[in-house]
């Protein structure tokens, strides 16, 4: 912004009209940048005045189609044909095909929006005539994708997967990987409509793993919509459920980048504030020093009047920008606490605080962490007699019930793993009591599971048994990933701990020697020793069912 308006200051000063409609297109997408599309247009509009006047046809025509694209992004569909319009009648003048190509294209997805599907295969159908006599290869996988989406929205699948296998040959050509990756989630969306499930799961499966390739979190997540919805059509709730998962966690990762994004316009925008007002401080002491000339050359009544109006409008000004101020520095202090809410769904609050005053947040041993795991039992055969989303519900339903308990012994939930649930007690903040609030939490867990059996049982639907087990000592905590945010645990604590879960029995909590060592002699608990029990990688180890004392 700095740099654009220094050439802006100094082409006006040329009078180099060229050089200002350059430099004001550059401010308009500037503010697009920052979300201000009514400026953005404004400034578009400036340019696109002082290009007329020069009449630089060029030059026009892209701005132009600035304004035509940006109004179709509003979906104001009037506005963006009639600027692409008047875009197409100068490229066709000016011959250069690749232009009118791309035009064409445009005003092609403006009726395809409409749902004029006729018309818009008529732009794109152009569009593609001409890509193939300037013959570059990108922008013909372009309108052939193009004219695919049509032919799927008009239900002509046939067609459509015609056209999208075009555009993937000439990808595959070019090396187009994120263009690859959309038209395989094309070409799967286009398998679930026409049930082909398996072929489906294929392309989209294809589409996913390039899409992770590239790091592109908006096409993972359309691939894994088009997984989840493939699998669910054949009846594989469990993989179904897996991708509704990855699906949320890929929402959140677009919410936390919205979020971010939206943090860099407040803080660019308080700087602008800053400059506003600082300028108008100048302003106003230059202003200040001009009148108090003009009073010492001319002492009238008229000119003193007139000073005196002058100085009060300015300090009007002044306490409205200052009204402007707090107004903008309360609205920044909202959506700081949104995103310190955010920051801390997904990581501990002493984690998110080192990772705030350090940039980063290091690896830590802890000495003494209760791991707790909880899985249903038979959860494959149950899914099986719900549909997805009752499956979905149930599960967010016992999951949220669990988060609250952990809460409230103060026990830090870790990830959830398809059924799975996982807590640790003791980290980040190691606590003497760590290892009994995690049993309590633990049992209470177990309560919740068998009223809700009860209840489901009693409305005839289908329950969840759930195992549970726990195990206390050392692991290797600390954050995974860079570009989203995830606390883990490691170490063969945490592995032991999941044999000690899947060798316990449904409604118990099973327990470690090394758990009960650290609590046997607590009054609240009961225990049932259950002797040496093999287990699988860890040999023979000793276990327990613990139970709160009568």
Same mark, same amino acid.
């Given at each position: 912004?700095?740099?654009?308006?220094?050439?802006?200051?100094?082409?006006?000063?040329?009078?180099?009209?060229?050089?200002?409609?350059?430099?004001?297109?550059?401010?308009?997408?500037?503010?697009?940048?920052?979300?201000?599309?009514?400026?953005?247009?404004?400034?578009?509009?400036?340019?696109?005045?002082?290009?007329?006047?020069?009449?630089?046809?060029?030059? *026009? +025509? %892209?701005? #132009?189609? /600035?304004?035509?694209?940006?109004?179709?992004? &509003?979906? !104001?569909?009037?506005? $963006?044909? =009639? @600027?692409?319009?008047?875009?197409?009648?100068?490229?066709?003048?000016?011959?250069?095909?690749?232009? *009118? +190509? %791309?035009? #064409?294209? /445009?005003?092609?997805?403006?009726?395809?929006? &409409?749902? !004029?599907?006729?018309? $818009?295969? =008529? @732009?794109?159908?152009?569009?593609?005539?001409?890509?193939?006599?300037?013959?570059?290869?990108?922008? *013909? +996988?372009?309108? #052939?994708?193009?004219?695919?989406?049509?032919?799927?929205?008009?239900?002509?699948?046939?067609? $459509?997967?015609? @056209?999208?296998?075009?555009?993937?040959?000439?990808?595959?050509?070019?090396?187009?990987?994120?263009? *690859? +990756?959309?038209? #395989?989630?094309?070409?799967?969306?286009?398998?679930?409509?026409?049930?082909?499930?398996?072929?489906?799961?294929?392309?989209?499966?294809?589409?996913?793993?390039?899409?992770?390739?590239?790091?592109?979190?908006?096409?993972?997540?359309?691939?894994?919509?088009?997984?989840?919805?493939?699998?669910?059509?054949?009846?594989?709730?469990?993989?179904?459920?897996?991708?509704?998962?990855?699906?949320?966690?890929?929402?959140?990762?677009?919410?936390?980048?919205?979020?971010?994004?939206?943090?860099?316009?407040?803080?660019?925008?308080?700087?602008?504030?800053?400059?506003?007002?600082?300028?108008?401080?100048?302003?106003?002491?230059?202003?200040?020093?001009?009148?108090?000339?003009?009073?010492?050359?001319?002492?009238?009544?008229?000119?003193?009047?007139?000073?005196?109006?002058?100085?009060?409008?300015?300090?009007?000004?002044?306490?409205?920008?200052?009204?402007?101020?707090?107004?903008?520095?309360?609205?920044?202090?909202?959506?700081?606490?949104?995103?310190?809410?955010?920051?801390?769904?997904?990581?501990?609050?002493?984690?998110?605080?080192?990772?705030?005053?350090?940039?980063?947040?290091?690896?830590?041993?802890?000495?003494?962490?209760?791991?707790?795991?909880?899985?249903?039992?038979?959860?494959?055969?149950?899914?099986?007699?719900?549909?997805?989303?009752?499956?979905?519900?149930?599960?967010?339903?016992?999951?949220?019930?669990?988060?609250?308990?952990?809460?409230?012994?103060?026990?830090?939930?870790?990830?959830?793993?398809?059924?799975?649930?996982?807590?640790?007690?003791?980290?980040?903040?190691?606590?003497?009591?760590?290892?009994?609030?995690?049993?309590?939490?633990?049992?209470?867990?177990?309560?919740?599971?068998?009223?809700?059996?009860?209840?489901?049982?009693?409305?005839?639907?289908?329950?969840?048994?759930?195992?549970?087990?726990?195990?206390?000592?050392?692991?290797?905590?600390?954050?995974?990933?860079?570009?989203?945010?995830?606390?883990?645990?490691?170490?063969?604590?945490?592995?032991?701990?999941?044999?000690?879960?899947?060798?316990?029995?449904?409604?118990?909590?099973?327990?470690?020697?090394?758990?009960?060592?650290?609590?046997?002699?607590?009054?609240?608990?009961?225990?049932?020793?259950?002797?040496?029990?093999?287990?699988?990688?860890?040999?023979?180890?000793?276990?327990?069912?613990?139970?709160?004392?009568?």
């Amino acid at each position: 912004m700095r740099y654009i308006k220094e050439q802006l200051a100094i082409t006006e000063e040329l009078g180099y009209k060229p050089g200002i409609a350059n430099a004001l297109s550059k401010l308009g997408i500037i503010y697009g940048e920052l979300g201000e599309d009514i400026k953005r247009i404004e400034y578009f509009e400036i340019s696109l005045k002082i290009r007329e006047e020069v009449g630089e046809k060029s030059a *026009i +025509a %892209f701005s #132009l189609s /600035n304004i035509g694209e940006l109004y179709l992004a &509003q979906k !104001n569909y009037a506005k $963006a044909l =009639e @600027y692409q319009l008047r875009c197409l009648k100068l490229r066709e003048e000016l011959g250069n095909q690749a232009n *009118i +190509a %791309f035009t #064409l294209s /445009n005003m092609g997805q403006i009726n395809t929006d &409409q749902g !004029n599907y006729d018309t $818009a295969l =008529e @732009y794109h159908q152009q569009s593609l005539k001409l890509g193939e006599v300037y013959a570059d290869k990108k922008d *013909i +996988a372009l309108y #052939l994708s193009s004219i695919g989406e049509v032919f799927k929205k008009m239900g002509d699948l046939t067609k $459509a997967s015609d @056209y999208y296998k075009r555009s993937m040959l000439l990808q595959d050509e070019i090396g187009d990987k994120p263009e *690859i +990756a959309e038209s #395989l989630a094309n070409m799967g969306e286009l398998y679930l409509i026409q049930k082909e499930y398996q072929k489906g799961i294929e392309k989209c499966q294809k589409a996913y793993m390039i899409a992770l390739e590239l790091g592109s979190i908006r096409t993972q997540k359309m691939a894994c919509k088009c997984l989840y919805e493939n699998y669910k059509g054949e009846r594989n709730m469990v993989k179904a459920l897996e991708y509704h998962e990855k699906m949320i966690v890929l929402n959140d990762s677009l919410k936390s980048e919205e979020t971010s994004r939206k943090l860099h316009q407040m803080e660019f925008a308080k700087t602008m504030l800053a400059d506003s007002i600082a300028k108008a401080e100048n302003d106003r002491l230059i202003a200040t020093e001009h009148a108090e000339e003009l009073r010492k050359k001319n002492q009238t009544q008229n000119i003193a009047i007139g000073i005196g109006a002058f100085i009060l409008l300015l300090e009007a000004i002044l306490y409205n920008r200052l009204k402007f101020v707090r107004r903008s520095k309360a609205s920044l202090e909202v959506e700081k606490n949104r995103s310190e809410n955010l920051l801390l769904n997904i990581l501990p609050k002493e984690i998110a605080q080192e990772l705030k005053d350090k940039g980063k947040a290091e690896a830590r041993d802890f000495d003494m962490v209760s791991i707790l795991f909880t899985d249903f039992k038979s959860f494959t055969q149950a899914s099986e007699k719900l549909s997805a989303q009752e499956l979905v519900k149930e599960i967010n339903t016992c999951f949220e019930a669990f988060d609250g308990i952990i809460e409230k012994y103060g026990i830090e939930k870790i990830k959830t793993i398809g059924d799975a649930y996982m807590a640790a007690g003791g980290l980040p903040v190691p606590s003497d009591e760590s290892v009994v609030n995690t049993v309590l939490a633990a049992l209470e867990m177990q309560v919740f599971i068998s009223d809700r059996i009860i209840s489901k049982r009693a409305r005839n639907e289908v329950p969840f048994e759930m195992r549970l087990g726990i195990h206390t000592g050392p692991v290797v905590a600390g954050i995974v990933g860079v570009k989203k945010f995830q606390y883990d645990i490691w170490g063969n604590t945490v592995n032991t701990a999941s044999r000690i879960e899947s060798t316990g029995k449904i409604g118990k909590v099973n327990i470690s020697q090394r758990t009960y060592e650290l609590i046997k002699n607590i009054p609240q608990f009961s225990f049932e020793p259950r002797g040496k029990i093999e287990v699988k990688g860890k040999g023979i180890v000793d276990m327990y069912f613990v139970n709160k004392a009568s």
